[in-house]
């Protein structure tokens, strides 16, 4: 079965010290990995994926498949970058659904 | 990136009433459209799947003749729900992916419907 696991509800780290939103998931193939956030009052929008291999904002995430793990990091932690963070995972088309972690809300402190 | 677009973004509606979401992909033509729904501070819980001429997939406990997906074209995706009570208050998010694509679906800005 397809599963996302995203262990921390919510997150709060001081601006400036570093941060990182475990992710985790399970499925039975090749899979494709996504990291989507959701700002106050915006939709969900695509942050990175793991085959892009590209940082945004600062972001990056590498696909670890012996611990099926896909961490979000970011070395310093700003305050915009205060929002819903999910990690999804997809069969790898675009007409298959994403399964979605149970999101992460990070809070960055002044 | 693509676009897609929803409408209305907020409805309130009384309690036995239909409500209907479009869900319109604006640069694009859309196969394939997810429909989720959002609990207040919770994931999106994918509902059904709606390919473009055919009837659409409901996930599992999801209710298909309270939630009807009709998506008549390439860029229009409908979700009516019908006989709305309180509990059916939500955040719907539609979503649209292309067959040509990978895995990355395109979201629209969600509806809050709100039952009363």
């Known amino acids: 079965a397809q599963r996302v696991t995203q262990p921390e509800k919510l997150l709060s780290v001081f601006k400036g010290a570093p941060v990182e939103l475990k992710c985790n998931y399970s499925?039975?193939?090749?899979?494709?990995l996504f990291w989507y956030v959701q700002y106050s009052r915006q939709r969900l929008q695509l942050l990175l994926r793991?085959?892009s291999r590209e940082s945004i904002k600062g972001f990056t995430a590498d696909l670890n498949k012996g611990e099926t793990s896909f961490h979000l990091k970011k070395p310093f932690a700003q305050e915009e970058d205060s929002a819903m963070y999910y990690c999804?995972?997809?069969?790898?088309?675009?007409?298959?659904?994403?399964?979605f972690g149970k999101g992460t809300r990070l809070s960055v402190i002044a | 990136g693509a676009v897609v677009s929803q409408h209305p973004s907020r409805v309130i509606c009384k309690s036995g009433t239909s409500v209907k979401i479009e869900c319109r992909s604006l640069?694009?033509?859309?196969?394939?459209m997810f429909w989720y729904r959002q609990f207040p501070k919770q994931s999106l819980m994918l509902m059904a799947t709606?390919?473009?001429?055919?009837?659409?997939?409901?996930e599992q406990g999801v209710e298909k003749d309270k939630f009807l997906i009709n998506h008549a074209s390439l860029t229009l995706s409908t979700l009516t729900v019908t006989s709305a009570h309180p509990e059916d208050s939500s955040f719907y998010i539609c979503?649209?992916?292309?067959?040509?694509?990978?895995?990355?679906?395109?979201f629209g800005e969600g509806s809050r419907l709100t039952v009363l």
């Open positions: 979503s649209a992916g292309t067959s040509g694509n990978t895995g990355e679906l395109f």
């Open positions: 499925y039975s193939g090749s899979p494709e």
């Open positions: 793991h085959i």
């Open positions: 999804a995972l997809s069969g790898g088309s675009g007409n298959t659904p994403l399964v």
């Open positions: 640069d694009f033509q859309a196969t394939t």
């Open positions: 709606s390919n473009e001429g055919s009837k659409a997939t409901y």
